[in-house]
Every structure is written in C-alpha cells, then in structure tokens.
C-alpha cells in the first residue's frame, strides 16, 4: 500500500462502523454569517468539541483500543493533553489500565479530566515531545502498547470518521477548514473526501508543522508554541499524515494568536459555545480573514475541542 493510500473510504467506514458504539455521533449546526459580521456564506460547524472527553481525539482512541492487541500491561501515550485523555476514557470504558505522560503546558482542564478517567499520569517537560520520549521509555520498560496521538494507521482511520459523519450531515459542504497539529484529524478527514470537498488546513503562525513541511517536501522540525500549544504543536508533522496531506489537502492558512482568542470569544457570544484555542483555530480564520469564502460558499468548520476552563461558572 503506497504511503498516501494508507487509509481510504472503505477501512474508514469500516472503523466507523466498529467504534459507532463507542463514540457519539456530534452534532452539526448552520449558522449565518452576518452572526458574526462576515460576508454572505453558508457556515456549518461540527460540534466534534461534544465529543467523549471532549475532543475528537476518543475516535482514534477506541480505534487503536478495538483493533490492536493490548497486552497485559496495558496502554500508554504521549499527549498536550486531548489525546491523553481520549485514551484514559476509552480504556476505562472498556477495562483496561493506560498511562498518560503529558508535558507541564497541558491545561488545567484535560489533567483533571485524565485524572478523573482513572489513568496513571504523569507530567515531563515542557512540550509534547518531551512526553512522548517519556512515554516510549515506560513502554519499553512496561511492555504497554503506544498509543500514538496522530502518526498511527489506527488513529488516522479512527479521526477519519469525521469525515464521514460530516459528509453525512452536510452532503453540499464545499469546503472545510481544520486545525492541524500532528495532522492526524486532517489526514484522516482529508483521505476520506479524497478531493470531492475542499481541505483547507488552519496552524497558529507560532506552530506551522504542516505549513513548513509541505514547504520542505517532508516533516521537519517547527516552532512549537502560541496559545495552542498544548493541542496544535507537536514539533512536527506525522511520517504518516504527510503524503495523505500532500495530495489531499489543498493548502494551509496560518492564524495568530489574537484571531484564536477572538474566534473563542465569539462562539461564545453568538453560540454559547466554549472551544479551546486549538478548538477555535479552524473559526479564527474567518473571524481573521485568513480564508476569505466566495459569496454563497459552504464552508463547514470543524470546532475540535472544548477542553478548557475559560469560562467560569463559580
């Protein structure tokens, strides 16, 4: 199988139907564009922030878990903090023990959440690479099987189900914006459309992995920092993720900061949605101009994540 057919339609509708009891079916929502002072589209987001463990992360998570071998010492995985906790859910759905190794940046919000699923934790360094040095050190010693957040045939085939249920929900989208950090979730996505849709992806300007490797022919080491750090910025793109990004993805747009916190704060105040940095990065580049739709396009918006304590309701 030739490195950018890793996954197709059929291995993802395959997974889809395996992980369908384990997963909810997120919801989507057409919203008007003047809602949020931009100029005439149809915008639809993916509420995938609804999600179990609250980001779209628990579908990779319950791949892997269905579908490989898991030994008796478990599971581990190196993670900013979605991941990690997507496995520690879905292990303790389905009764088996995880650690999660994330780094000291991962937010407040998804360390309690790991914790709360009952996964040992443990917390190194300062960003995700660090974590996944330490995770590969306990599996060695453990003999618990990885669980990689993006450069995993499973988790690709797993994120990959977003698609499918997108396609499903909005048949007419003409195109969609993802936020990259791995690229798994745009991989999977992106493999699934096979070009019938648009792929746009969407990185902070202080975390362009996918952006600099489709610039350098390759993954290669980026900046990994800005207000998503602890979801978008794992030093570089998949191995795995690359090719399928190369020949599905139409290109990428880079956001900064100031739009990611300004795409929060206004799917709060037209929604009533609360979505994390790396959430909202896909929404901030309409709200930044960053992707400028053509009158009456579709544009669909996949909101990823809600794993966040900005809102306070004490």
């Known amino acids: 199988m030739q490195a950018d057919n890793i996954i197709d339609r059929g291995s993802i509708a395959q997974t889809e139907g395996l992980i369908r009891p384990h997963i909810r079916r997120t919801p989507v929502i057409e919203v008007d564009a003047a809602d949020f002072g931009l100029a005439a589209a149809r915008l639809t987001f993916k ?79 300062d960003r995700y690479a660090d974590a996944l040095a330490a995770s590969e050190v306990w599996a060695k010693q453990s003999g618990a099987l990885s669980i990689h957040a993006f450069d995993q045939r499973e988790t690709l085939l797993g994120q990959g189900t977003t698609g499918l249920e997108m396609e499903e929900q909005s048949p007419d989208l003409d195109t969609l914006l993802v936020a990259v950090g791995g690229g798994g979730l745009i991989a999977g996505i992106a493999a699934w459309f096979g070009g019938k849709v648009k792929v746009v ?16 022919g390759g993954p290669v080491d980026a900046p990994a920092a800005g207000i998503a750090a602890d979801s978008l910025a794992p030093r570089r793109v998949g191995t795995l993720v690359y090719p399928i990004a190369k020949r599905y993805v139409d290109y990428v747009v880079l956001v900064p900061d100031d739009a990611i916190k300004r795409a929060q704060l206004a799917l709060w105040e037209a929604l009533r949605v609360v979505a994390e940095p790396g959430g909202a990065a896909a929404f901030a580049a309409l709200i930044s101009g960053r992707y400028q739709p053509r009158p009456g396009e579709h544009v669909g918006i996949l909101l990823s994540g809600g794993n966040t304590t900005a809102v306070n309701f004490g």
């Open 201 to 216: 992806g969407v990185e902070p300007e202080a975390s362009p992995t996918l952006m600099m490797a489709l610039k350098a």
């Open 47 to 125: 509420l995938e922030l609804l999600q179990h463990a609250g980001s779209f992360k628990t579908r990779g998570a319950f791949a892997n878990l269905l579908t490989r071998e898991i030994p008796q010492a478990g599971v581990v995985a190196a993670s900013g903090g979605n991941h990690g906790a997507a496995v520690a859910y879905a292990s303790m759905k389905l009764g088996m023990p995880a650690k999660i190794f994330v780094p000291s940046i991962s937010s407040p919000a998804k360390v309690r959440r790991i914790r709360n699923y009952r996964a040992e934790l443990g917390i190194t360094g």
